[in-house]
């Protein structure tokens, strides 16, 4: 219910803050669906070793250094906790990717 509510009163906060999310940066989501694709058929192997601390995980996180189409697939997998710790250190640089 919480959540109805806040939708309701926030309904233009809400809608402008997913707007603000694809105008900035349009290639993020063709970014992760090429990620995703590559996987599928092969052309990536997804690794099993995390590329930062070298801990075994099988749910290995892709992180991209940029959105731009040329580097669609040049990601890292890491391990969450990795992924995390490098979203915080980007964000404090003011330069955050998923
Ligand atoms: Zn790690
Ligand atoms: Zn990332």
Redesign the pocket.
Known sequence: MLGREYYKTHTEQVKQRIKKWRDEDPNRVKAHNVVKWAIKSGKIIRPTICQCCGEYSDRL????HSYQPEYWLDV?F?CVSC?RQ??ED?IKQGKE??
């Open positions: 996180e892709a992180h991209h890292k890491l992924h490098l979203h980007l990717l998923t």
